[in-house]
């Protein structure tokens, strides 16, 4: 059981929760996460571990409200509650190297789990770029971004109530393939390195290509253990089936299969099925 | 009592959910004997001398077998007393009897060279043991044993840490806190038991059964660390530097794929994730329980082992109708026989003789249909005594909206490959010598780990020897310290 020392809503579908678990935070380094499991009846979940404090035994999580395991979290959970299991750090930690110039990339919630990555990178010495691509409303960790790396790039894109909440995301596509090309363009870069929906990695990927800049990419396909144990998180690499818990979430951008890894995630589906509208009363009107 | 044995052949039966009910929850199928009856099965046994009697021998822990069936019938008119007497005599050697009287294959062990079984049937070994531990459970007679047992439970003879929690870990963490020690559990999951609670459904073990047999193991002094896997919370080596020793019993629980084409479409599960799910999470339970499963109309089942046949009769409580594809004969299967009959007479199909070649999807990128290759067996036997196949060169096309995968499972690498000290084989189990111990001095292994798929039994087998082993080390080590 792991206490919620901390709980705040730090943009719009995006909660901060800062959570006592000692066992994952002397051991997680950038690019691992945890496997979350929330309430009694509750499935598990892949999360990142954002920020931690070795000796105060502290990670902090920012969890992008989904579907139903995330939303209920949002709306039932409060400071002082007890999370039922956290089990990690898994999955492996990127390479920790100079590799010179870098583009680190998050569309949506995906840049909080750049933040951990791309601090380390330049605090090794790296020149990282970040670049954060969302709806204008879900802006975070602007200041941690540009406190802890040389430079932290914000696009926002503006959410258009009268057009699907698919349309608003090609849109967010559109505007993240524009920068990454304006800037591959101008700069050299030595690495490009992405976290969001697998269909805006695809996206960037294929602008990155044309560049012939190396790219990896953390990997988000469904899991179930984290463990290795089940193979729900397989994607293909190289032409071999992988497990992201246990060979990634990190793999090489070139060589994966992005069809695959697309019709396996459904991402877009499901975020149709989500009335963004529906969702904003449901914050608004307090989470019930 | 000197009477003449009069034989009696026939197994006295125990009764079954009908077909029609159970197929349509997870409750468990057999429901098991009562004192009357167990004690009329007790009964038929002609009480060869333990030191010859052939059901010990074929037990993988030696249970001492007809004494647990003389105790059981000394006290025809106190069944509390019988039991007690019978449980003390079975947990000697067995700390988790309501689990294996369950899953044990006894008609492979020890109750294929019963006496009994030349003149007759063999006797019921595996149901009675069953029934002593369920009844002892219902009527509280476990904690005056267990308090018999914790004579030397005082954990100050050493400190030990077990990796994992399936049978291989628990019977080593019970025998060592029996013998003194204080034993540290860590386990991955969020449940202990390893594949009893995640692969195993519930209508051959209820889940709420296991609990209880874990939660004596609790009041032995062992504790259970949820959420910790071992190689990525705390390493091999920190475990060294605060414990005395370590066994790792993390079994062998990664599937194995289809390396043939499609076999990343949707709605293809390995078995470990349909029944991670089912168990589990209890995704059957949805939607007040959160974890989702789907299935179609027509699933297929590929392999014809103990995961095939309960992925197989999971699904099929689910609402589909299942058919279990496998690449050789009826005879080759190689799960328990009570399960396969349970399959059939729930109306799972068998196709015999195909092996998969193709997943055929759809534009959705879902699995429509499984392309398989006729096979032929031949005279040659492989290393497992098993009739060799070869292809025939035709081909067959059976339409499934939902495929699961039970073709076997290796070893979990996060240990070998976190601790590079760590001997491995091939096939990825972990070396061990004579003692169960591993490459690195002071760290033991047992179960699947070492064995690749095995069974419950022999797990607990390695995780008895290897707690005798660990008394002896550690003792070594701390008398030449
Ligand atoms: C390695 C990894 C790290 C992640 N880190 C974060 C993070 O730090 N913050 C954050 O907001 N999100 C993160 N995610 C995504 C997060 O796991 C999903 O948003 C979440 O599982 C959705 O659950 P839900 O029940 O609310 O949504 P639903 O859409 O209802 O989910 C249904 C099912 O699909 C699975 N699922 C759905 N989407 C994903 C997905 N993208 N990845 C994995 N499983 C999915 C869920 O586990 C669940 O079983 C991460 C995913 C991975 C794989
Ligand atoms: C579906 C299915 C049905 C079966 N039916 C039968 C049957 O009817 N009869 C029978 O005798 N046998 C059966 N078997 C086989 C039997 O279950 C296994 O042989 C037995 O469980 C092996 O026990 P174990 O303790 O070695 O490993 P497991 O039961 O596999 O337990 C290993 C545990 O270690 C944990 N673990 C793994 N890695 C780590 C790590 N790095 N850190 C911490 N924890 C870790 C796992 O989460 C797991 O809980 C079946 C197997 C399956 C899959
Ligand atoms: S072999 Fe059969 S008859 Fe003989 S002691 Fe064992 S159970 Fe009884
Ligand atoms: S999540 Fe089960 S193997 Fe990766």
């Not at chain 2, 047992?149 to 994992?164: E, H, I, L, S, Y």
């Not at chain 2, 051959?204 to 004596?216: G, N, S």
């Not at chain 2, 992925?311 to 009826?330: D, F, N, P, W």
């Amino acid at each position: 059981m792991y206490k919620i020392l901390e709980k705040k809503e730090i943009a719009m579908r995006n909660t901060w929760y800062k959570i006592h678990a000692p066992h994952v935070a002397r051991k997680v380094q950038p690019g691992q996460f945890v496997i979350v499991r929330a309430f009694k009846n509750g499935e598990r979940i892949p999360l990142t571990p954002v920020m931690w404090d070795r000796e105060e035994g502290w990670i902090v999580l920012i969890v992008f409200t989904r579907g139903k395991t995330t939303a209920r979290m949002a709306a039932e959970l409060r400071e002082g509650d007890e999370i039922l299991n956290i089990a990690g750090p898994l999955g492996n930690p990127v390479e920790m190297k100079k590799f010179g110039k870098i583009l680190a990339i998050g569309a949506y919630t995906g840049i909080v789990e750049v933040y951990p990555i791309a601090k380390a990178w330049q605090e090794l010495g790296n020149d990282v770029t970040t670049l954060h691509v969302t709806f204008e409303p879900m802006v975070v960790l602007k200041g941690e971004m540009e406190n802890a790396v040389g430079r932290h790039i914000l696009e926002t894109v503006q959410i258009d109530m009268t057009k699907s909440f698919p349309e608003n995301m090609k849109n967010v596509t559109k505007r993240l393939t524009e920068k990454v090309r304006e800037l591959l363009e101008k700069e050299h870069f030595d690495l490009v390195f992405m976290v969001g929906p697998s269909g805006d990695q695809r996206a960037v990927f294929e602008v990155v290509k044309e560049f012939g800049v190396p790219m990896k990419a953390d990997l988000h396909p469904i899991m179930v253990d984290g463990t290795g144990m089940c193979g729900a998180c397989r994607v293909t690499v190289g032409g071999e089936v992988k497990f992201a818990c246990i060979d990634g979430p990190e793999f090489d951008a070139y060589k994966v299969d992005w069809d695959v890894l697309i019709s396996r995630s459904g991402y877009y589906t499901d975020m149709e099925m989500m009335a963004m509208q529906e969702y904003m009363k449901v914050l608004q009107g307090g989470g019930q | 009592m000197a009477v003449k044995p009069k034989l009696i052949k026939e197994r006295i039966p125990t009764p079954e959910v009908p077909v029609e009910e159970r197929v349509k929850s997870f409750v468990e199928v057999n429901l098991g004997y009562d004192f009357a009856s167990a004690l009329k099965e007790a009964e038929r046994c002609i009480q060869c001398p333990p030191e010859y009697a052939p059901c010990i021998k074929g037990c993988p822990v030696h249970i001492n077998i007809p004494g647990f069936l003389k105790a059981l019938r000394e006290n025809p008119d106190n069944p509390d007393e019988a039991v007690k007497n019978a449980l003390r005599v079975i947990w000697n050697d067995n700390t988790l009897p309501a689990v294996t009287g369950r899953v044990c294959p006894q008609e492979e062990q020890c109750e294929a060279p019963c006496v009994m079984g030349k003149v007759g049937d063999p006797i019921n070994i595996g149901k009675l043991e069953r029934f002593v531990a369920d009844y002892a459970r219902k009527h509280g007679i476990e904690e005056e044993l267990l308090r018999e047992f914790m004579a030397n439970g005082d954990g100050t003879k050493g400190r030990v840490a077990v990796v994992g929690s399936g049978p291989a870990g628990l019977t080593c963490a019970g025998e060592l806190a029996k013998m003194g020690y204080e034993v540290t559990v860590f386990e991955a999951l969020h449940r202990p038991g390893g594949v009893l609670i995640y692969g195993i459904p519930e209508f051959r073990l209820p889940k709420e059964i296991l609990d209880k047999e874990i939660a004596k193991l609790r009041e032995l002094g062992v504790e259970i660390k949820l959420d910790h896997i071992v190689g990525k919370t705390v390493t091999l080596e920190e475990l060294l530097g605060e414990y005395d020793a370590v066994f790792i019993g993390t079994g062998a629980g990664t599937p194995k794929l289809l390396n043939i084409p499609g076999i990343l479409l949707d709605r293809i599960y390995t078995a470990n994730e349909f029944l991670t799910r089912i168990n589990l999470m209890k995704a059957y339970l949805f939607p007040e329980y959160d974890e989702p499963i789907a299935v179609g109309e027509k699933t297929i089942v590929i392999g014809a082992g103990n995961t095939a046949m309960d992925a197989a009769r999971s699904a099929l409580r689910l609402g589909t109708e299942v058919t279990i594809a496998y690449r050789r004969g009826r005879e080759d299967m190689t799960a328990r026989i009570e399960e396969i009959h349970h399959a059939e007479e729930e109306g799972v199909k068998f196709e015999f003789f195909l092996n998969p070649v193709e997943f055929i999807g759809d534009e959705e990128g879902r699995v429509k249909a499984v392309k398989f290759e006729k096979m032929r067996p031949l005279e040659e036997r492989d290393r497992k005594g098993k009739r060799k196949i070869v292809g025939t060169g035709e081909y067959v096309t059976l339409e499934a909206d939902t495929v699961i995968i039970a073709i076997g499972l290796e070893p979990n690498r996060i240990i070998s490959e976190e601790a590079t000290g760590l001997k491995t084989n091939p096939d990825g189990t972990l070396v061990v010598d004579e003692n169960l111990m591993t490459s690195i001095p002071g760290v033991f292994a047992g179960g699947d780990a070492i064995r690749g798929e095995a069974t419950v039994i022999l797990a607990m087998g390695d995780g008895k020897r290897a707690a005798k082993a660990i008394d002896a080390y550690i003792r070594r080590k701390k008398a030449n310290a």
